[in-house]
């Protein structure tokens, strides 16, 4: 009756009736999922997107597959904006989801089919998904977090991710970066790990910088390229000469009044220089008279407040960004400074070394060995553009998962075990008899369909899944956690093993998929929206 009722209002709309909606839902779900199938666990594939520009992007990482793909169906867009929103959430999972809502409506077609009414499946993945959450609370194990635990964690997630040299390099880079920047009683800003690449040797050659790493340099050739025991100034100070708000103009008659108009506009400028300069004489002196001086301002210096600065063997950076205005103190300490009126020993920042790297046409400026810095660098170095990115959206997922640990306090064994133990747990006699009728076809359909990730673990591998699975089952039913060994295709233990997934992670997963699966479950027909954009005929046109 709707669709007709919508063929009467516009002959020309677009409608799927009942059966024809729920089967192009279905036919969307499984066709993404086949997609981003293969790039699942450490044995996974890449996929290599190609735009417009012919600009090529090399990638197994979920989130940046779905933003980057050009998708047209209007349900596998759902599907994707709804897993890219569990990367913003969670940090990672997004193939995870896009399998497991897959495979909730493969196997709710199999009911379908069969004259099993759609509501009837969703009440049971409701009833099912807050079991497994309950599950999920039992199944998690809380423990302190040390530097062994995280190292585990954050190896895990990057080895889905890069391959196992890469991953042992940056695992240890990743860990110290958040543990450098987490603070007792506040939360973890991960802003503070600045991301810096730089297309230079090979991956392996990537490192934890424990400053900042700025990427342009000085701007003078008489500058010093290095010093050691540094005072660092951070200014936010016009050294140049600036033009007025208003427009306005200076009329001379002489070529004196010209030059002492130029003279009195330096000025201006020249007291300032002054007073910085008097402040490195002040402090560079006595025992510290080998320390170098720094001077990093977030606006403009001229010329010839350059050539003044050199003189005095300061070395200056110009236009640093704001971002790095805030990290320079958190690294070195000190206080950034708006004027020159106020300025004492008290408002520097120490850095035990600074200086210049040239790499071609581009300059980075290196800030190191700092006193306890609360904000550092990751330096990442690939021979190309493709491995850079690779790598930093790596990076990325590994800070956010060892940034979950540390809040959760708690973490899930993975290797597909916890899939394994609750689809055990909610095919249990016990709970299937606390929901009535046939909405425990539903319960069935969530707990087969959680098996889609060992298999896909098992199949990347280059195993059967269905021997895996015998094995896995086997060793939860005898009490035993049990996960998949990708080297050996046996059952190992992966908390033994030091693989653990999200606790977060794994709750968003459960939570997500349901709700996807049951709203796309729940649609009966499917019409484009809109206004027609034909227009309606003139009188006496035919």
């Not at 300025?343 to 040239?358: I, K």
Request: glycine fraction near 8%; proline fraction near 3%; hydrophobic fraction near 40%.
């Amino acid at each position: 009756m709707a669709s007709s009722a919508v063929k009467l209002a516009n002959p020309n709309a677009e409608v799927l009736r009942r059966g024809d909606a729920l089967a192009m839902n279905i036919h969307s779900a499984r066709g993404l999922q086949n997609v981003l199938r293969s790039n699942l666990s450490p044995r996974g594939t890449l996929k290599l997107l190609v735009d417009g520009a012919n600009q090529l992007t090399l990638t197994k990482d979920g989130k940046v597959l779905l933003s980057q793909m050009q998708i047209t169906n209007p349900v596998a867009v759902m599907i994707a904006r709804a897993a890219t929103a569990q990367d913003d959430v969670a940090g990672d999972g997004t193939t995870g989801l896009v399998l497991l809502v897959g495979e909730l409506l493969k196997q709710a077609a199999v009911y379908v089919e069969e004259g099993l009414h759609p509501r009837v499946i969703t009440d049971g993945f409701d009833a099912a998904k807050a079991e497994a959450l309950k599950f999920l609370e039992q199944f998690k194990q809380t423990m302190e977090m040390d530097r062994e635990v995280l190292c585990s964690v954050a190896r895990t997630a990057l080895r889905t991710k890069l391959q196992d040299t890469v991953a042992l390099q940056m695992t240890e880079a990743v860990v110290d970066a958040v543990l450098a920047i987490k603070a007792d009683g506040q939360p973890i800003d991960l802003f503070m790990v600045e991301i810096m690449k730089m297309q230079h040797r090979t991956a392996t050659d990537s490192r934890l910088v424990r400053g900042l790493v700025l990427d342009h340099g000085a701007r003078h050739p008489d500058m010093p390229k290095r010093l050691k025991n540094c005072f660092v100034l951070t200014l936010n100070v016009s050294l140049e000469y600036e033009k007025t708000e208003i427009n306005s103009g200076f009329f001379y008659s002489s070529a004196e009044q010209r030059d002492r108009l130029i003279e009195s506009e330096r000025r201006f400028v020249d007291d300032k220089l002054r007073k910085i300069v008097d402040l490195k004489n002040t402090v560079c002196s006595g025992a510290d008279k080998d320390c170098g001086f720094v001077l990093i301002n977030q606006k403009g210096i001229d010329p010839m407040s350059l050539d003044i600065l050199a003189k005095h063997n300061i070395l200056a950076l110009r236009r640093a960004k704001r971002r790095n205005m805030e990290r320079l103190q958190l690294c070195c300490g000190g206080t950034a400074q708006n004027s020159v009126e106020d300025l004492s020993p008290q408002v520097l920042g120490r850095a035990g070394s600074v200086y210049e790297h040239v790499l071609g046409d581009n300059k980075y400026t290196f800030v190191e060995e700092c006193r306890e810095p609360r904000s550092v660098t990751i330096l990442i170095k690939g021979p190309n553009g493709h491995v850079l990115q690779q790598v930093q959206d790596a990076v990325r997922d590994g800070l956010r998962a060892v940034k979950n640990a540390i809040e959760d306090r708690a973490l899930v064994p993975g290797a597909g075990a916890f899939q394994v133990a609750c689809r055990q747990h909610l095919l249990r006699p016990e709970f299937l008899r606390t929901v009535r009728g046939k909405a425990q076809m539903g319960i069935r359909a969530f707990a087969e369909a959680l098996l889609v990730i060992p298999k896909t673990i098992a199949t990347n591998g280059g195993y059967d899944p269905m021997d895996v699975l015998v094995a896995l089952e086997d060793e939860v039913q005898d009490g035993h956690v049990a996960g998949i060994d990708l080297n050996t295709g046996d059952v190992l233990d992966p908390a033994q093993e030091g693989i653990w997934d999200n606790y977060r992670v794994l709750r968003q997963q459960l939570h997500s998929c349901a709700v996807i699966a049951t709203n796309l479950l729940h649609v009966d027909e499917v019409m484009r929206a809109g206004r027609a954009s034909i227009k309606a005929p003139n009188p006496g046109e035919d």
